[in-house]
């Protein structure tokens, strides 16, 4: 009953002609799938490009990042009515790169996403622990803080449009990919974060994605889990 999502997140790869040229090859490839949604995150410069090649397909454009702010004096950053206008419909939230390199916290990322939701836009808000939280038996305590303070402010209407996405940070981009089990885990404690916030009929259709050197060949293990609807798929992208 949740369509899958198979996100691409291409992070701060592909100038304008390198996006043409991608999407003239990747059309033909996914004409015919009809099961999941496809989602295309590339850089702010070619989303506009993205948005023109895909016009007449179901595939949907996302951005990276945005900022919480309707306008203001913040050089530099794009805005979710910006991004609203250009056609984009979603935007990821919270990845552990900005968590990271730009010291994005919880705070931040939900007002991104309150910021997202009143402009229109489907958030897609990431979580994830680091390897010594995984280690040392925190993962639950992670999500579950990441969870509370990313995403448990919202309403329940403002919730039910939010996408989530769990990203081991272990996992991101180090060709070590959580197996089924692990990932299947984590999803099964987010989704019942999720109930016991929002409730079971919104937990039961919330999506939750896996990201972390998503492959093809290890996706259709992942995808087999009950609680992964989809993937937020970097380098493989
Ligand atoms: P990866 O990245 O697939 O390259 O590990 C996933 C992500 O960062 O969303």
């Known amino acids: ?51 023109q090649k ?14 919480q702010v309707k306008e203001g004096a913040y050089t530099g950053e794009v805005s979710a009515p910006m991004l609203k206008e250009t056609g984009v419909e979603f935007v990821i939230i ?22 997202a939701l009143a402009s229109g836009l489907l958030p897609i808000v990431c979580v994830g622990e680091h390897l010594d939280q995984r280690e040392n038996g925190q993962t639950d305590a992670v999500l579950t803080e990441q969870f509370a303070h990313g995403c448990g402010g ?20 180090t060709g070590r990919t959580a197996t089924p089990e692990i990932a299947q885990d984590a999803h099964l404690h987010l989704r019942n974060l999720v109930a016991n916030h929002y409730g079971q009929q919104i937990a039961d259709a919330t999506r939750i994605l896996y990201g972390g050197s998503v492959k093809p060949d290890n996706i259709k293990g992942l995808m087999a889990q009950p609680d992964i609807d989809g993937g937020l798929v970097g380098g493989a992208s």
Request: glycine share 4%.
């Open 1 to 51: 009953m949740r369509t899958p999502i198979m996100a691409g997140n291409w992070k701060m790869y592909k100038t304008v002609t390198q996006t043409i040229e991608y999407f003239d090859k990747f059309l033909p490839l996914v004409e015919n799938v009809q099961s999941r949604e496809i989602v295309i995150c590339p850089p702010y410069l070619s989303l506009s490009a993205a948005l």
């Open 154 to 173: 919202l309403t329940p209407e403002e919730f039910s449009q939010v996408v989530l996405a769990y990203e081991p940070v272990w996992a991101i981009g």
């Open 54 to 67: 895909t016009q007449d397909t179901s595939i949907r454009i996302g951005a990276q990042n945005l900022h």
């Open 94 to 115: 919270g990845h552990s790169e900005r968590r990271q390199h730009f010291c994005e916290t919880d705070q931040f990322i939900l007002e991104k996403t309150r910021a």
